[in-house]
């Protein structure tokens, strides 16, 4: 997965979201992304236009993508278009707006079973460059063991196993919920900006004040290499709590949490792992897992 | 929906993003300001209002001016809002100072610039007039 990303195109970036992986230029930056139950879904934003919409979705079996266009041309009747040419994968049409052009592009992938249309939208016309660079980018990566989560400045590597329940961006502030039915595990990885306007107290104190007041704390350890973690050179604080106390326990309620945060200081971000756990099991820790800052960061209970 | 039925929506919400990253903003020259510890206080003039005359001022005290206080990201956008700088200039020195992408940046800093406009601390300019002159009122 990494070496597909280098391969990239200079000045493209990758964003990879509930399976598909798409290639795009780095200035469009995701503004939609689907929630968990929803229809798969990811919009890109320039600064000014809305440049790209994918949909995404597994069929039973393949579609008659011809006809698929052909009722979407009759349906833009109003509006002139012609058929989508040079992408012998893809069907499609070009559509001529009052301004720019939108290009509709659709396509099957049989290993996968997978439907992607994508909308382009070109204000000041089409770059045929870019659009056959992003379209033959497009890959389904539902069937890979280790997916791939990559959006909004965010890099996570996970098993397949673990579905995103939650997903939130706010202002420098982005925060995935992932969790895994059996054994389970659930897992929320954050990404903040310009923590040195709110990171008032050092790290352990920030990462004691997010934890959840029920939790009570067990250990605090501080390491930048071998110890609990981690193969990156960030200095990452580790905090140890539990919650629950002898009926929990006898119930088998109680619950384990374990802490990470670094911060990384060539992305001026700090970055905060949560995993938590039935207590009276081990965490069966997911051995793909890995956040990439400056560098990949691979942790480890 | 039905919050909008019936009354035209407000103007700033439908400003289209082109013309809010090409306007202009500038200082209203009547706000005094003090730096604090970590920010900037800022004191706005405000119109008395006309129904606010004897009896009802004896009860109802008016200071004539307004403050609001800026932490050290709000004094550092402020301070790039010098009447030179377009909006979409404000935004990439922001995001380039603080280390993000563009779209984090223009979510902060046009969030704030559509506060400081509505509390009259500054005027766009290249907006259209309906936004600009309802901001400046």
């Known amino acids: 997965m990494m070496a597909k990303a280098d391969a990239l195109r200079p000045g493209f970036t990758q964003t990879c979201w509930r399976g598909l992986a798409i290639a795009h230029p780095a200035e469009w930056e995701a503004a939609r992304l689907s929630d968990q139950g929803q229809p798969n879904q990811l919009s890109l934003v320039d600064r000014r236009y809305q440049r790209l919409e994918a949909h995404w979705q597994v069929l039973k079996r393949p579609p008659n993508l011809d006809a698929m266009y052909e009722r979407l041309g009759k349906s833009l009747r109003e509006h002139p278009h012609k058929q989508l040419l040079g992408q012998p994968e893809w069907r499609g049409l070009v559509q001529d707006g009052p301004v720019g052009q939108v290009v509709h592009a659709g396509r099957f992938f049989p290993a996968q079973s997978m439907l992607v249309e994508l909308v382009l939208i070109w204000p000041q016309g089409r770059d045929q460059q870019i659009e056959t660079a992003i379209l033959r980018s497009v890959a389904p990566t539902i069937d890979r063991p280790v997916l791939t989560w990559r959006a909004l400045g965010l890099h996570v590597e996970l098993e397949r196993e673990f579905d995103l329940t939650e997903a939130s961006s706010h202002v420098g502030r982005v925060c995935w919920t992932f969790e895994r039915a059996k054994p389970a595990l659930w897992l929320t990885i954050e990404r903040l900006a310009m923590g040195k306007f709110w990171l008032k107290n050092d790290l352990p104190s920030w990462l004691a004040k997010e934890r959840p007041e029920k939790f009570r704390p067990i250990n605090l350890t501080t390491s930048s290499g071998s110890q609990s973690a981690v193969d990156a050179g960030h200095q990452i604080v580790r905090l140890d709590s539990q919650w629950g106390g002898r009926v929990a326990r006898l119930f088998r309620r109680a619950q384990r949490q374990v802490d990470f945060g670094w911060l990384c200081s060539e992305q001026e971000r700090v970055y905060r792992l949560v995993a938590r756990w039935p207590a009276h099991r081990p965490a069966f820790w997911p051995e793909s897992l890995l956040v990439s800052c400056c560098r990949s960061v691979r942790i480890k209970v | ?137």
Do not use: Y
């Open chain 2, 1 to 137: 929906m039905s919050k909008s039925r019936g009354k035209p929506s407000n103007p700033r919400e439908q400003v289209a993003v082109g013309h809010l990253l090409s306007a202009v903003p500038h200082r209203n020259q009547a706000v005094t300001v003090e730096p604090t510890e970590a920010g900037l206080l800022l004191s706005i003039p405000t119109r008395r209002p006309r129904w606010l005359v004897p009896p009802l001022s004896w009860v109802l005290p008016f200071s004539g001016q307004r403050r609001v206080e800026l932490d050290a990201p709000g004094r550092a956008v402020l301070e790039l809002c010098d009447g030179r700088r377009s909006v979409e200039e404000v935004i990439e020195v922001f995001a380039l100072e603080h280390k993000l992408s563009f779209r984090e940046g223009q979510l902060a800093v046009s969030q704030f610039i559509k506060a400081l406009l509505q509390r009259g601390i500054i005027a766009l300019v290249g907006m259209p007039e309906s936004v600009a002159t309802e901001g400046s009122a």
